[in-house]
């Protein structure tokens, strides 16, 4: 249950719900055959397809220290 963090909410995630298209935040360090595998055993579905993205590095000020997180 590591692998998928929680459901994201935008408008454009909103309309792809009415084509039964969903979206969710998942681990970084996850691949696409283990977030099918995932979503069919935790919601008993058949996974089609899976489309992911990583989101860019970005730089962060943490004290004195210049550290890069993903947002």
Do not use: A
């Not at 408008?11 to 298209?21: A, D, F």
């Not at 996850?30 to 970005?58: A, C, D, G, Y």
């Amino acid at each position: 249950m590591n692998q998928v963090k929680y459901p994201v909410l935008t408008e454009k995630t909103i309309r792809l719900l009415e084509k039964n298209q969903y979206s969710f935040d998942v681990n970084i360090d996850s691949n696409k055959t283990q977030i099918k595998k995932w979503i069919e055993l935790f919601f008993n579905v058949k996974v089609i397809s899976v489309n992911s993205h990583r989101l860019p590095k970005k730089k962060k000020k943490i004290g004195i220290l210049l550290r890069f997180t993903y947002l």
